[in-house]
T-cell receptor
Framework: GDSVTQMEGPVTLSEEAFLTINCTYT??????LFWYVQYPGEGLQLLLK?????DKGSNKGFEATYRKETTSFHLEKGSVQVSDSAVYFC??????????????FGTGTKLQVIP | GAVVSQHPSWVICKSGTSVKIECRSL??????MFWYRQFPKQSLMLMAT?????????EQGVEKDKFLINHASLTLSTLTVTSAHPEDSSFYIC????????????FGPGTRLTVT
């Protein structure tokens, strides 16, 4: 079945440091890939997504590129801020037609940015 | 667009009572809604999937008689935790699909349930 593997956290960085959170996946076909962010006490918010190979999703300074050859979707940001402190989830859905899409989530990586 | 709300945002109930959580799609018609449970410091576990007007499909290991799901309209799904026990305390999150992009899920803010 489909699976998503994320690097374990927590990740602690100083403000303005470079961020990378690794994510690899196992899936058949051509899944869509997502990064979600969860701030303390809140639900999930879609951060960015990519629906086909070599697509780059970007939002709020975060980027991730869909690499089919390495089955990866690593999240990066050039300069993190304290407000980026949250839990980040990598996820995939099977893609294709049909409408109903079961999303498979990674275990989440907690990011803490210190001033 | 594609906003999903949940109510209540947090609830405390006594052991043995039932509690209902609502999930609403505010600006689109949600043909499919999903209910997740999140344990502390863990990922989301899909509990069930519901299509409007149909019975919910429960994931393996989820008690359908304990977690009653109703999707009576295209904008509302409810999760009722029956005869709640302290081990049911958790963060429950719903999501909905059916907006402009049918392959994407839009998540609600979650409901924190504490059973005493």
């Amino acid at each position: 079945g489909d699976s998503v593997t994320q690097m374990e956290g927590p990740v602690t960085l100083s403000e303005e440091a470079f961020l990378t959170i690794n994510c690899t996946y196992t899936a058949t076909g051509y899944p869509s890939l997502f990064w979600y962010v969860q701030y303390p006490g809140e639900g999930l918010q879609l951060l960015l997504k990519a629906t086909k190979a070599d697509d780059k999703g970007s939002n709020k300074g975060f980027e991730a590129t869909y690499r089919k050859e390495t089955t990866s979707f690593h999240l990066e940001k050039g300069s993190v801020q304290v407000s980026d402190s949250a839990v980040y989830f990598c996820a995939l859905s099977p893609g294709g037609s049909g409408g109903y899409q079961k999303v498979t989530f990674g275990t989440g990586t907690k990011l803490q940015v210190i001033p | 667009g594609a906003v999903v709300s949940q109510h209540p945002s947090w609830v405390i109930c006594k052991s043995g009572t039932s509690v209902k959580i609502e999930c609403r799609s505010l600006d689109f018609q949600a043909t499919t809604m999903f209910w997740y449970r999140q344990f502390p410091k863990q990922s989301l576990m899909l509990m069930a999937t519901s299509n409007e007007g149909s019975k919910a499909t429960y994931e393996q290991g989820v008690e359908k008689d304990k977690f009653l799901i109703n999707h009576a309209s295209l904008t509302l799904s409810t999760l009722t935790v029956t005869s709640a026990h302290p081990e049911d305390s958790s963060f429950y999150i719903c999501s909905a699909s059916g907006g402009k992009n049918p392959y994407e899920q839009y998540f609600g803010p979650g409901t924190r349930l504490t059973v005493t």
